[in-house]
């Protein structure tokens, strides 16, 4: 069982609609947890990163919620637009000095005018 | 703000030869980067955890005589995949991880596809 799951796995919505992509994990402890956009064909881009003290972190119209109690994150998009169609992958950064990465399975988003 | 450049940012081979991909962090030291491959519609696989000046350290499954990893400055890393064949062809992403900010600095690579014919 993977660590980070995501929901859900894809997803379409219409231009100008607001939507939230969740994350639960596992890792235990972690040092930092980030959602990255992943164009098809292309690298992942940093959206947020959050340690596990902050709940909450915002980048323009993304704005990612931590709960570390549940072991929850969530990513938002408001306003979507077209451009925002991309994998949505949330990171968890394992403690330690090794800093393990662990991978989402992603979500899927879809942005439809 | 930090930016890794990967180079080529695709390319097509002939079954049986090499291709080596650079991975090359611009503004910032990297101790330490990372090569995945990811698999159309999958998430991204870490392949091997490449630190300067010493061997890299592959996952499980992962062969180090076929994809060969070189990272001999703080500045790059290289994967040459040996021998490839068709199955080798995919998407493979590098990441660094900035030296001078050590929890937060995880930047990726834009990709290289690789078509093995």
């Known amino acids: 069982k993977n660590q980070v799951e995501q929901s859900p796995q894809s997803l379409i919505i219409l231009e100008g609609k607001n939507c939230t992509l969740q994350?639960?994990?596992?890792?235990?402890?972690?040092?930092?947890l980030r959602w990255y956009k992943q164009d098809t064909g292309r690298g992942p881009v940093s959206l947020t990163i959050?340690?596990?003290?902050?709940n909450t972190k915002s980048n323009g119209r993304y704005t990612a919620t931590l709960d570390a109690d549940t072991k929850q994150s969530s990513l938002h998009i408001t306003a979507s637009q077209l451009s925002d169609s991309a994998s949505y992958i949330c990171?968890?950064?394992?403690?330690?000095?090794?800093?393990?990465?662990?991978f989402g399975t992603g979500t899927k988003l879809q942005v439809i005018p | 703000g930090a930016v890794v450049s990967q180079h080529p940012s695709w390319v097509i081979c002939k079954s049986g030869t090499s291709v080596k991909i650079e991975c090359r962090s611009l503004?910032?030291?990297?101790?330490?980067m990372f090569w995945y491959r990811q698999f159309p519609k999958q998430s991204l696989m870490l392949m091997a955890t490449?630190?300067?000046?010493?061997?890299?350290?592959?996952e499980q499954g992962v062969e180090k005589d076929k994809f060969l990893i070189n990272h001999a400055s703080l500045t790059l890393s290289t994967l040459t995949v040996t021998s490839a064949h068709p199955e080798d062809s995919s998407f493979y992403i590098c990441?660094?991880?900035?030296?001078?900010?050590?929890?937060?600095?995880?930047?990726f690579g834009s990709g290289t596809r690789l078509t093995v014919v």
């Open positions: 990441s660094a991880r900035d030296d001078s900010r050590f929890n937060y600095g995880y930047t």
């Open positions: 994350c639960n994990y596992t890792v235990s402890p972690f040092s930092n």
């Open positions: 959050m340690t596990f003290s902050e």
């Open positions: 990171v968890v950064i394992h403690a330690g000095g090794y800093q393990k990465v662990t």
């Open positions: 503004d910032f030291q990297a101790t330490t």
């Open positions: 490449s630190n300067e000046g010493s061997k890299a350290t592959y």
